[in-house]
C-alpha cells in the first residue's frame, strides 16, 4: 500500500512538472524572456536599459504594397476580332498582292549573315554579318544600314555607294546578295497567350553555324542588351517602375519604357558598351502582375524550406529535396506548403497544421515573419493578405496541429512514468 502510495504521489509530481515545461515550450516563444526587471527588460515596442524590442512588422512586402493605379502598368493586353481577317478568301493562302506583310518581303535583322558578291570587285566582296545596329560595314565604303531592307533595297544601297566613293563607274557596280544564315530573332507575343511579352525563335546549335560566322565579317551578339543586363540581375523586383528604366551612358540619359517585354508590345532594346549605367526606379508598390516568369525577371528562384513534424522525421523522408525547394517565380504560399509536404494526411490531426513564412523586405531590409494555418491557405488561395507571394531566399516551416502536440505530450509523460511502474 505504501509503495503504491509513494507511486502515485511521485507520478502526480512528475506529470505536474512536465505539463508545465511543455505547457510552457508550447505556449511561449524564445522572445518571452521572464522580466524580473521591467526597467532592464523594457516593454513591447519600447526599449529597456539592455534589450531594444521590435514591434511586429504590420504586412510583409509579398502583399502589402498595391498600388491601384498601377494595376495595369506590364498588365497582359487581349486583343480579339469578330470578323474574319481581309484576305482574298477565307481558305486561300494569303496573296503577296494584297497582304501588306508579304508584300514587304523578307526583310533582314541584326545578326543575318548575308553574302555581297560584287562583280570585279574581289576586295569588297565577302561574308558580313548584320550587327546590333543594324549595319554592315564594308571596306572603303563604311556602315550601311541594312536592317529592316530586303536583299534587293541593299544591294541598290551598296551599288551607290560604290558609285559615290568614285570606286566604280555607274554601268559597272553590279552587286548580288544572298542570305546564308537567318539568326534567331525576338518578336512581341501578346493577346490570348499563356505568357504574353516577347520571345527568342529560330534559336540554332553555335555549331551549326559557326564555321561560317567565323569566315564572316562583323559580330553580332543578342546578350549585349538592356533586357539582357536586367536578366543578369536578377531580374526587376515586383516594385520596379518599368516604363522609366533609365539608361546613362557619357552624361547622356535616356528612359526606356520596358513594359512590352511583358505585355507583347513593341519594346526598344537598346544595345549596351562597356561604362554604360542602368537604374530601375522603384514606385514603392507591389504589382502582383509583374510576378511571373519572364525575359526580364526570375524564372525561379531557391527557398529554404523545414518540415521537421511528426509525419516526417526530417527534409529526406518528408520530400524535400533540390527541386521541391527550386521554385517557379510567381509561386504562392500554399504552393510552397504543398512543395514542403505540409498539406494532406489525417483530417482530423493533420489539418490544423501552421505555417511559417520568414521574407525578407527588399526596400527596407526588414525580416517579416507571417504565420497562416493550412485551412486557411487551402479556403481562402486566392486573397493576397492570406496567401502571399513568395521571394528569392524566403524561409518556409511547418509546424504540426494541436492534436499532435498534445499527443506527443502524453507520449513524453507515459515515457516518465513507465519507470515508476517496475518499482
Avoid at 512538472?17 to 505556449?27: E, Q, S, Y
Avoid at 522572445?31 to 524590442?53: C, P
Avoid at 549573315?113 to 562583280?119: A, R
Avoid at 568614285?166 to 559597272?172: D, E, G, R, S, V
Wanted: charged share 20%.
Amino acid at each position: 500500500m505504501l509503495k503504491r502510495q509513494r507511486f502515485i504521489q511521485l507520478s502526480m509530481i512528475a506529470y505536474s512538472i512536465v505539463a508545465l515545461n511543455l505547457t510552457g515550450c508550447v505556449r511561449h516563444y524564445s522572445s518571452d524572456l521572464d522580466r524580473g526587471d521591467a526597467q532592464f527588460y523594457g516593454a513591447m515596442d519600447n526599449s529597456g536599459d539592455k534589450f531594444v524590442h521590435e514591434a511586429p512588422p504590420s504586412a510583409d512586402f509579398s502583399r502589402g504594397l498595391d498600388c491601384l493605379q498601377l494595376q495595369n502598368t506590364a498588365a497582359p493586353v487581349n486583343y480579339y476580332t469578330d470578323q474574319p481577317l481581309n484576305l482574298s478568301a477565307a481558305n486561300d493562302l494569303p496573296d503577296m498582292r494584297v497582304d501588306p506583310i508579304l508584300a514587304q518581303g523578307l526583310l533582314l535583322s541584326p545578326g543575318d549573315l548575308i553574302e555581297v558578291n560584287i562583280e570585279d570587285g574581289e576586295g569588297f566582296s565577302g561574308r558580313y554579318i548584320v550587327d546590333n545596329s543594324g549595319a554592315v560595314k564594308i571596306p572603303q565604303i563604311g556602315k550601311i544600314a541594312a536592317a529592316g531592307d530586303t536583299t534587293n533595297t541593299l544591294e541598290t544601297e551598296i551599288e551607290l555607294a560604290l558609285v559615290r566613293n568614285y570606286i566604280f563607274q555607274p554601268a559597272t557596280a553590279a552587286v548580288t546578295i544572298q542570305v546564308l544564315n537567318w539568326s534567331a530573332i525576338e518578336v512581341s507575343v501578346a493577346g490570348a497567350v499563356f505568357q504574353p511579352g516577347r520571345v527568342l525563335i529560330n534559336d540554332k546549335l553555335p555549331r551549326a553555324t559557326q564555321e561560317d560566322r567565323l569566315a564572316a565579317a562583323g559580330d553580332y551578339s543578342p546578350t549585349r542588351l538592356l533586357s539582357e543586363a536586367l536578366r543578369a540581375a536578377s531580374g526587376i523586383r515586383p516594385d520596379a517602375k518599368l516604363d522609366q528604366v533609365m539608361l546613362l551612358r557619357k552624361g547622356w540619359q535616356v528612359q526606356v519604357d520596358m513594359t512590352g517585354v511583358l505585355t507583347g508590345k513593341l519594346v526598344k532594346d537598346y544595345p549596351l558598351v562597356a561604362g554604360d549605367r542602368v537604374i530601375v526606379p522603384s514606385t514603392g508598390c507591389f504589382q502582383p502582375h509583374l510576378v511571373r516568369p519572364s525575359q526580364i525577371t526570375p524564372k525561379g528562384f531557391r527557398v529554404f524550406m523545414s518540415n521537421l513534424i511528426d509525419s516526417a522525421g526530417d527534409n529526406t523522408s518528408a520530400a524535400i529535396g533540390k527541386y521541391s525547394t527550386s521554385l517557379p517565380y510567381g509561386t504562392r504560399l500554399l504552393q510552397a506548403a504543398v512543395s514542403a509536404n505540409c498539406v494532406g494526411g489525417k483530417d482530423w490531426t493533420n489539418a490544423p497544421r501552421r505555417i511559417v513564412l520568414s521574407s525578407k523586405n527588399p526596400l527596407t531590409g526588414q525580416i517579416q515573419v507571417i504565420e497562416r494555418s493550412v485551412e486557411k491557405l487551402l479556403t481562402m488561395p486566392s486573397k493576397n493578405s492570406i496567401n502571399p507571394y513568395l521571394m528569392p531566399n524566403d524561409a518556409v516551416a511547418c509546424y504540426d496541429s494541436n492534436v499532435t502536440n498534445l499527443r506527443d505530450i502524453a507520449k513524453a509523460i507515459a515515457e516518465l512514468i513507465t519507470p515508476f511502474k517496475l518499482l
